[in-house]
């Protein structure tokens, strides 16, 4: 097996994307939990963000969602995350909260509807020269919940045309991810349901779309690490949106409710060549902490998604493959194994305050007194949250 000193070159290069809208109000749709110290507006996002990626030195990018993100002047925003000691990352579209798209957006049948889904993304690629981000990612909420209640063959056409549009407005350096979701909010059909779906229609886009995959975006019992293998080997996995879940689309903290899961995901990442100098997959997250505070909770979820990386990399991949290729089946798991229950907190601590960062983020955090300053600061105005 690897030491750890063999991969702190490799942990060193590891960069997670916080989500703006984890930092806001969320709930389910039952209810929205309001919590002290929220942020008002996209600027005190950015400053969470910032807390996360200074006590950990994971997270130098924060994606943002149009239009609950949406400021006066962008340049002014990425001043701002620059002044603090980060950048802003994948712009994500919203065409799930309008009126207007109660039947479908970039699928629907009404022209004037798929104009202004369309339009919405073009001004989403607008945002991203300002802001300097690279990806646009889209996730439809497009579909139908009664069988024969549309079309489903003109539905793909549509979104095939709408797409292509999109697309060719993308500039050079910049990609399209294409995010999918097997249900909710439509439940009989959904335009874009799994990896397949999007793979097609990301490859008939071109070279500079990709697929998005969110790991809570599967039915219960599907193979995951068999998606990253195959998007890997097809060269169009583009992102990760990473969060666990026990029933749906839980957007819980990665890792909490399946570590092995992640692990073996992470193994085949590392496999494929998605991790690190020389792989454009990007590492996000999409989560929300409905009832556990915001900020620790994104120090947890990136801190998980590191510890595990550490054990995939730690894999003695050599050993596995004469294993394998002896047909030695309880030697090879027995290798894997290994790597997944290797403990490696304490070699982290020791080597995040090598490199002048807490040895316990958690602690660190709650010891720095930011949430008792927030929650006192961040009083009065309109808190962010769903549809904000
Ligand atoms: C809705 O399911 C969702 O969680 C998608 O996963 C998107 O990535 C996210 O919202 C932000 O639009
Ligand atoms: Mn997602």
Redesign the pocket.
């Known amino acids: 097996m690897p030491s750890f000193a063999d991969i702190t070159p490799l942990l060193e290069q590891q960069a997670i994307e916080l ?1 703006s ?1 984890a930092f806001g109000n969320s709930g389910t749709r039952f209810r929205v939990f309001p919590q002290a110290g929220v942020p008002r507006d996209p600027f005190e996002k950015i400053a969470d963000a910032a807390k996360v990626h200074e006590l950990t030195g994971l997270a130098p990018t924060v994606a943002l ?1 149009i239009p609950w993100d949406e400021v006066d002047d962008f340049a002014a925003l990425r001043r701002h995350a620059e002044d603090l000691g980060v950048a802003l990352g994948t712009i ?3 065409t ?1 909260q309008d009126e207007a798209y109660k039947l479908g957006s970039l699928a629907s049948r009404d022209d004037a509807v798929r104009r202004k889904a369309v339009d919405h993304h073009l001004r989403c690629i607008e945002i991203m020269g300002e802001t300097g981000s690279k990806d646009l ?1 889209i ?1 439809l ?1 497009d579909g139908t919940n009664y069988p024969g209640q549309d079309d489903l063959r003109s539905r793909q056409d549509r979104l095939t045309e709408s797409l292509q549009e999109i697309y060719a407005a993308i500039g050079e350096g910049q990609r399209l991810v294409l ?1 999918y ?1 097997f249900f ?1 909010p439509a439940f009989y059909s959904t335009d874009v349901p799994d990896w397949g779906t999007s793979y097609a229609q990301v490859a008939a886009l071109g070279d500079r779309a990709m697929v ?1 995959l ?1 790991t ?2 599967h039915a219960p019992g599907t193979n995951i690490e068999f998606i990253v293998m195959q998007l890997l080997r097809l060269k169009k996995l583009g992102s990760f ?1 990473f969060n666990s879940r026990f029933y749906a ?1 839980d ?1 819980l903290i990665v890792g909490a409710a399946d570590p092995f899961q992640l692990f073996r995901i992470l193994v085949e990442v590392v496999r494929g060549g998605g991790y690190g100098e020389g792989s454009d997959v990007a590492f996000m997250l ?1 989560q929300c902490h409905n009832i556990e505070k915001k900020i620790p909770g994104q120090i947890r979820s990136v801190l998980n998604v590191q510890e595990m990386t550490a054990r995939a990399l730690l894999l003695d991949r050599e050993a596995l493959d004469v294993a394998q290729r002896a047909g030695d089946v309880l030697g090879a798991n027995g290798i894997l194994m290994d790597a997944f229950y290797r403990d490696v907190r304490p070699d982290l601590a020791a080597w995040r305050a090598s490199r002048g960062l807490p040895a316990d983020p958690m602690r660190a955090y709650a010891e720095s007194g930011y949430q008792e300053r927030i929650e006192a600061d961040r009083v009065g105005g309109a808190q962010a949250g769903w549809g904000a």
Do not use: Y
């Open positions: 989500p809208w969602h994500n579209s919203n799930f990612k996730w909420a995010e979701k909710e998005c969110d809570g975006h949106d689309d957007d999409d």
